[in-house]
C-alpha cells in the first residue's frame, strides 16, 4: 500500500512541503486511509498530479476514465468486493489480458491476487481514486435497483400453486419475491444463462457474500455478486418458480422450471440443498434445441462410429455407455435411440429423469419414493413387448442382472455406468457379482466418453510447441511436424477463453471373441485394454489427440479430461 514513501518521493519532487506532509500523517494517524487521499482531502496536492506522478514513477500507464463507458462483461470481470478492497477497476479487455485501473501500482499483492481470481494477465494503468470510486458506486446503486432496467422475459406469468402460511416472516419473504427488481434479476440470470449456451446455474450463499455462477463449456466461470441482501428472495424466487415449498430450508428439494427464452423452449432442472449460510441452488439447463442427435456429428472417428453403429443395429444384446457425469452420456444414448426409432419398433426408456423429451420413443420417469426404481420399470418393460430397452444408469446387481437377462432373451439393451474408461467396466460388473460367462455372452460394444472444449473459429491461432511436449503426451515420432496444432487467443464471442462449445472424446470397444476368453478366464483391465488396442480399438486419449491434429481441440484440454495410455 502507499505509504509515508509516496510522502517522501513526492516531498523530494518539491509537490508538497514538509510542513504539508507532517500535517497529514498527523490526520492520517487519527482518520485512517491513504497518505494520497488525505493529501488530496487536505488540499495540499491535486489528484491528478499524483496520479501522473505514480504512473511515471512506477512506469505503469495512466488512463483516464472519466466519460468511459466501460462493457458491462468487463465490469463483471472482477467481483465487487475485490475492486472495492483494492480501488480497482477493469475497463478493457483484450484476449486474455484484462487492463485494470489502480489508485496503487505499488500493490503487487493486489495485482497477484486478480490474476489468480479472474485467470487472466493483468495490466495495471494508473487512475485516480476518486474515478475509481465513482465508478464503482454507480455498479453498486445499478446492483441495489436488481438491475431494474433489464427487459422482463414474461416469467411471471407462470402459473404455480401457493399454501396460505401463518409465518409473519414467511409472509414477509413472500411479498420480497414478487417485487418487480427481485423478478427482473432472477429473469436476468436465467435468460443470461441460456443465452451464454451455460449447462448449469449455480446460485451459492456465503456467510458475507451471494455468488451466481455459470457452467459454460464444462467449466465454471463467476457471472455476478447480488446483494447479500438478497440472498433469501432471489432463492425463494426460483424455489416458487420450481414449484418448490419456500418454507421447507432444512432438506435437499428437486424441481423443473420451464420457460421460453426468445425462440427456444428450455426446461430446467432445479435441485435446493441446504447448506451453512442457506440454501444452495442448482439448475440444470436442459435445451432442446441444442440437443444433437446425429451420431455422425458427436466426435466419433470413423472406425470408432462404424464399430458403435454395427453394435446398436443388432437385434439382442448389451450396449454400455460409461463415463463421468456430465461427459454426455445421455446426447449419446438419445443419437442411438433416434437411429434406432421407427414404426416398426417399440422402444422403452427408463430415466431419472427424463431429460428430452422425443416422439416415438415410451419414456418412464423413475420415482423412488414409491418404488419406481430401474430395476422394478425393467421388469415391467419386460411385459410390455419391447424391441428395445434403454436403462438410465446400471446402479446394482439386481439392475444388471435384470438388463443382461433381457439382452439374453431377444432385446437390445443400452445403459450406462460410472467407470474410467471402457475395459474397466467389464471389471465394475463382475464386482456387482455379475458372473463372467454372463458378461461375454451378453455385452455387444462398451462405449467411453469425454467432453473437451473446442478452439473458439473466430480466434484460432495456430501455436508453436516443442517436441518433446508433443511426444510426452502421446504422439508418435512419425506424427511430428505434419500437423500445426491451435488454440484460441481470446475474443468476445468466447468472453476471451480462447474456447467455444464442446466436442466429444470416444473410445469403442467391441466385445470380439478374443475380449469374451479374456473375461471368461477373468483377466484384468489393462490385459483387456492391451487387447482392444491390438484389435484396433481407439483409446480416449488417442480419440482427443486425433482432434488436436485437426485443430478442433487444444492439448491441455485432451491432457485435462484423459489418462495416459
Not at 414478487?178 to 449455480?202: F, G, M, Q, Y
Not at 430401474?374 to 413387448?385: E, G, I
Not at 444388471?400 to 465394475?428: C, Q
Not at 491434429?549 to 495416459?564: A, D, L, N, Q, W
Amino acid at each position: 500500500m502507499l505509504s509515508t514513501k509516496i510522502g517522501a518521493i513526492l516531498l523530494s519532487e518539491n509537490l508538497i512541503t514538509q510542513q504539508q506532509l507532517d500535517k497529514a500523517l498527523e490526520v492520517q494517524k487519527k482518520e485512517g486511509g491513504r497518505l494520497g487521499s488525505t493529501l488530496i482531502k487536505l488540499g495540499f496536492v491535486e489528484e491528478s498530479k499524483i496520479a501522473d506522478f505514480l504512473s511515471k514513477q512506477y512506469n505503469v500507464p495512466y488512463v483516464n476514465l472519466k466519460d468511459r463507458d466501460i462493457d458491462s462483461k468487463v465490469l463483471n470481470s472482477i467481483p465487487r468486493d475485490l475492486c472495492q478492497k483494492f480501488l480497482v477497476l477493469p475497463f478493457d479487455r483484450e484476449g486474455q489480458t484484462l487492463k485494470v485501473a489502480i489508485a496503487d501500482p505499488s500493490n503487487v499483492y493486489a495485482i497477484e491476487e486478480l490474476r489468480f481470481v479472474t485467470g487472466y494477465n493483468i495490466k495495471p494503468y494508473v487512475a485516480v481514486e476518486s474515478s475509481i470510486r465513482e465508478y464503482l458506486e454507480m455498479q453498486s446503486d445499478a446492483m441495489e435497483n436488481a438491475l431494474a432496467e433489464i427487459d422482463d422475459l414474461g416469467m411471471d406469468e407462470m402459473e404455480y400453486e401457493q399454501e396460505e402460511e401463518d409465518d409473519i416472516k414467511l409472509d414477509v419473504l413472500k411479498r420480497e419475491v414478487e417485487d418487480t427488481p427481485i423478478v427482473k434479476l432472477v429473469n436476468h440470470i436465467l435468460n443470461e444463462a441460456v443465452k451464454r449456451e451455460a449447462s448449469d446455474i449455480h446460485v451459492e450463499p456465503y456467510e458475507k457474500s451471494f455468488r451466481i455462477r455459470f457452467r459454460v463449456d464444462g467449466v465454471m466461470h463467476e457471472f455476478m455478486r447480488p446483494p447479500k441482501k438478497v440472498k433469501n428472495a432471489v432463492i425463494s424466487r426460483l424455489k416458487i418458480l420450481a414449484d418448490l415449498d419456500i418454507a421447507e430450508r432444512r432438506l435437499p428439494q428437486d424441481g423443473r422450471i420451464k420457460l421460453k427464452v426468445g425462440s427456444k423452449s428450455v426446461d430446467m432442472r432445479v435441485s435446493t440443498l441446504p447448506v451453512l449460510f442457506g440454501e444452495k441452488v442448482v439448475m440444470r439447463i436442459l435445451d432442446k434445441s441444442n440437443l444433437q442427435l446425429d451420431l455422425e456429428k458427436l466426435g466419433f472417428e470413423q472406425s470408432s462410429l462404424d464399430k458403435f453403429i454395427k453394435s446398436i443395429e443388432s437385434p439382442y444384446g448389451m450396449v454400455l455407455v460409461t463415463g463421468p457425469t456430465g461427459s454426455g452420456k445421455s446426447t449419446t444414448l438419445y443419437s442411438a435411440l433416434s437411429r434406432l426409432n421407427n414404426d416398426e419398433v417399440n422402444i422403452m426408456t427408463a430415466e431419472d429423469p427424463v431429460e428430452y423429451n422425443i416422439f416415438g420413443i415410451n419414456q418412464v420417469q423413475m420415482k423412488e419414493d414409491i418404488g419406481l426404481n430401474f430395476a422394478s420399470a425393467l421388469r415391467s418393460f419386460l411385459r410390455q413387448d419391447p424391441d428395445i430397452i434403454m436403462v438410465g444408469e446400471i446402479r446394482d446387481y439386481e439392475t444388471a442382472e435384470i438388463a443382461i437377462k433381457a439382452a439374453l432373451t431377444g432385446h437390445l439393451v443400452l445403459s450406462t455406468l460410472h467407470t474410467n474408461d471402457a475395459p474397466s467396466t467389464v471389471n465394475r460388473l463382475l464386482n456387482m457379482g455379475i458372473e463372467p460367462f454372463l458378461v461375454a455372452s451378453s455385452t455387444v460394444v462398451i462405449l467411453a466418453q469425454r467432453l473437451a472444449r473446442k478452439i473458439c473459429s473466430s480466434c484460432a491461432e495456430d501455436v508453436k510447441l516443442p517436441k518433446e511436449a508433443l511426444l510426452s503426451v502421446g504422439f508418435k515420432e512419425s506424427e511430428i511436424g505434419k500437423f500445426t496444432p491451435k488454440k484460441g487467443k481470446g475474443c468476445d464471442r468466447c468472453n476471451g477463453t480462447g474456447y467455444k462449445g464442446r466436442v466429444a472424446l470416444y473410445e469403442v470397444m467391441g466385445v470380439t471373441d478374443g475380449i469374451k476368453e479374456l473375461v471368461l478366464r477373468g483377466a484384468n483391465a489393462n490385459e483387456i485394454k492391451n487387447k482392444a488396442m491390438a484389435e484396433g480399438m481407439i483409446t480416449l486419449r488417442r480419440s482427443g489427440l486425433e482432434k488436436v491434429k485437426k485443430g478442433v481441440t487444444t492439448i491441455e484440454e485432451v491432457v485435462r479430461v484423459t489418462f495416459e495410455d
